[in-house]
């Protein structure tokens, strides 16, 4: 059974898991803003670029898919600590396969890591911090979101100054790799081993990991958590449709170059981030479900006007407003599955996995289909799909009145 915790060892299980949102964000960013340059060093044209994605993508779902296996086996905070290292060696190869031996398939090999690690450490990373939001007793959530974002804003920022100065790919990912090594070991330091997460009490003690996989796989059965995929897939389309294509619809089909195109996405990144910060007390005054339309609007209306642009200015405005758009729909998807303390694990789990397919795997299609009708007009279809997301909203109404409070000492 969990523990009380302290007000002290609370504080820093919850820093730590800010923390590893932040560096999840730091190396999306990391990639996404260097594909312009990643796609020059190695000759390749749009439809190549969407197979290095679908590579990731691919390797994403299974890293999704088996996520909830490995949280049963393992526990979060030891599967944490695994995937960081992936994500970080990924880069590290991705940044070699550019510069050091401009090889295709070294950067597959790479990508493949990277979104292995990532696709499992964002649903152990959603599932703690739940665990965090049901501790606390409020919306906190989208705060924790608003750290990824961060993230993507510190890595998008790092990926313009890199390009400005003309750094290497391989400088860039390398060092972005490391500081996540790094920070893996200092974090999971500071996470506590919880029931809630299917952590295992003490280092010894062998999780009954068949019976946990069982109880992870029951939310699956359950028509709400269908329900709240579709509202999480159209917002987890467009965040994930920016963070590889924003920068590069800017550069080249807008024309303003790689500098413009990693400046977009900043722009993008920092409205997300802002909006997130402020999202619990909004969600809080509001409800869920009218913010989750309004901001439904925001994002149709921000995608339609990066398409149709006629100038650089507008299209910055138009990457705000699609920023600001997407900015809730998959962080109130993570609270409404967690409405039933007692499920919100599975709940977790198996709503992740719906808004992290649509996040990675969704971005790859894009880029093959917009070899055949071109980039800006393949981003109707997150229009699209922006909508049926804000349709279909009604499933993150609350189940329950959240009560739990958090106890010090």
């Excluded at 060696?89 to 396969?97: A, E, N, Q, S």
């Excluded at 068949?210 to 709240?228: C, I, N, S």
């Excluded at 990457?319 to 609270?335: E, H, K, N, T, V």
């Amino acid at each position: 059974m969990d523990s009380t915790l302290t007000r002290a060892q609370y504080v820093r299980w919850r820093n730590a898991i800010f923390a590893i949102f932040l560096a999840s964000g730091v190396s999306i960013a990391t990639w996404a803003s260097r594909v312009p340059d990643i796609k020059t060093a190695l000759d390749i044209d749009n439809a190549q670029i969407g197979l290095l994605l679908l590579g990731m993508g691919i390797a994403s779902i299974i890293g999704i898919s088996t996520g909830p296996a490995v949280m049963a086996r393992t526990g979060a905070r030891r599967g944490m600590l695994v995937t960081m290292i992936m994500v970080a060696t990924g880069l590290v190869l991705i940044g070699v396969g550019t510069t050091v031996l401009a090889s295709f398939p070294v950067v597959v090999v790479g990508l493949v890591l990277f979104g292995l690690g990532n696709g499992a450490l964002d649903v152990m990373m959603n599932v703690e911090a739940t665990a965090i939001e049901q501790e606390a007793g409020k919306t906190i959530l989208p705060l924790f979101h608003a750290f990824f974002s961060f993230g993507t804003v510190i890595g998008a920022g790092l990926g313009w100054a890199a390009a400005q100065t003309h750094t290497s790919v391989v400088v860039h990912a390398s060092g972005v790799g490391t500081a996540i090594f790094i920070a893996s070991f200092v974090c999971i330091a500071n996470v506590p081993n919880r029931d809630a997460v299917l952590d295992p009490h003490e280092p010894g003690e062998k999780p009954h990991w068949r019976k946990r996989m069982h109880v992870a796989l029951t939310a699956w059965r359950e028509p709400r958590t269908y329900a709240l995929g579709v509202v999480m897939l159209g917002m987890s389309f467009a965040e994930g449709g920016a963070n590889d294509w924003l920068a590069l619809g800017t550069a080249e089909d807008h024309g303003g170059g790689t500098a413009m195109g990693a400046a977009a996405l900043t722009v993008f990144s920092v409205c997300m981030t802002a909006v997130r910060i402020f999202g619990g007390p909004l969600v809080d005054r509001f409800g869920r479900v009218l913010v989750l339309r309004v901001l439904s609007v925001a994002a149709a209306g921000g995608i339609l006007l990066f398409i149709l642009a006629p100038s650089l200015p507008l299209v910055f405005v138009g990457a705000a407003l699609w920023g600001i758009g997407a900015s809730l729909g998959f962080p109130l998807g993570m609270s409404a599955a967690a409405d039933d303390p007692a499920k919100a694990a599975a709940r977790v789990s198996a709503a992740a996995t719906i808004g992290y397919i649509a996040f990675l795997g969704g971005p790859p299609v894009l880029g093959v289909i917009s070899e055949h009708i071109g980039l800006l007009n393949t981003l109707y279809i997150l229009v699209g799909l922006v909508v049926a997301s804000g349709l279909a909203s009604g499933a993150a109404k609350p189940l329950v009145k959240e009560s739990t409070a958090l106890t010090t000492k």
